[in-house]
């Protein structure tokens, strides 16, 4: 098993661009996180989906910031547009029900940079 | 709102066993307690979870005081390796809840040679 994949692993950019996340979770499982990691802020979770519905938007910081589920293998993170507030290490996880709990499994995280 | 208290910062000779403390005084009834840490540059690991009573894997123990209001991960011989942040998380079941998880700061763990 590959593990949560998330692409891509550095991302710098300038202020005012567009970034898209992108993040393959493990083959069966049936729910996806996206947290941002920064040192002022620790881990913060941003949105939750289950069986490919958001659930839990309420970490979103705006609405420069948008999270979709096309399907069960594939999530992207968008910011658009993008500020300097903005670098962090964002990080996807998902997660299956299995004997009653559930195991995050977290990917390597992509380090975004804005310029 | 992280439910948990942890000191922010522990220091362990290698091969000793680290004894990393949480305070979950607020704790409910079917709450469990989790742990995961983060190595350096990694995403967060899931290492151990318990309800009311001891468990042990492959990795660490797991004791939880009777009252449930604190509990103790225990890495029985620690290596350089194990040099991380460790994080004590308390979170409802997901039959009642989803599985929003609430990480605090917690322990930055030092393994010394």
């Known amino acids: 098993d590959a593990g949560v994949i998330q692409s891509p692993r550095h991302e710098v950019t300038e202020m005012g661009q567009e970034v898209t996340l992108r993040c393959k979770p493990i083959?069966?499982?049936?729910?996806l996180f996206w947290y941002r990691q920064t040192m002022m802020r620790g881990l913060e979770l941003l949105i939750y989906?289950?069986?490919?519905?958001?659930?839990?938007d309420s970490g979103m910081p705006e609405d420069r910031f948008s999270a979709k589920m096309p399907n069960a293998s594939f999530s992207t993170l968008k910011i658009q547009p993008s500020e300097p507030r903005d670098s962090a290490v964002y990080f996807c996880?998902?997660?299956?029900?299995?004997?009653?709990?559930?195991?995050?499994?977290f990917g390597p995280g992509t380090r975004l940079t804005v310029l | 709102d992280a439910k948990t208290t942890q000191p922010p910062s522990m220091d362990c000779a290698e091969g000793r066993a680290a004894n990393l403390p949480c305070n979950h005084s607020?704790?409910?009834?079917?709450?469990?307690v989790y742990w995961y840490r983060q190595i350096h540059s990694q995403g967060p690991q899931y290492i151990i979870h318990?309800?009311?009573n001891n468990e042990t894997n492959e990795m660490a123990s797991l004791i939880i005081t009777e009252d449930r209001k604190s509990s103790t991960l225990i890495l029985p011989h620690a290596t350089l390796r194990d040099t991380a942040v460790y994080y004590c998380?308390?979170?409802?079941?997901?039959?009642?809840?989803?599985?929003?998880?609430?990480f605090g700061p917690g322990t930055s763990l030092s393994v010394i040679p």
């Open positions: 607020t704790i409910s009834g079917n709450e469990y």
């Open positions: 996880a998902s997660s299956s029900e299995r004997d009653g709990y559930n195991e995050q499994f």
């Open positions: 083959s069966g499982h049936n729910s």
């Open positions: 998380i308390v979170r409802s079941p997901r039959e009642t809840s989803y599985d929003k998880v609430i």
């Open positions: 989906f289950n069986n490919n519905v958001p659930i839990d």
């Open positions: 318990g309800l009311k």
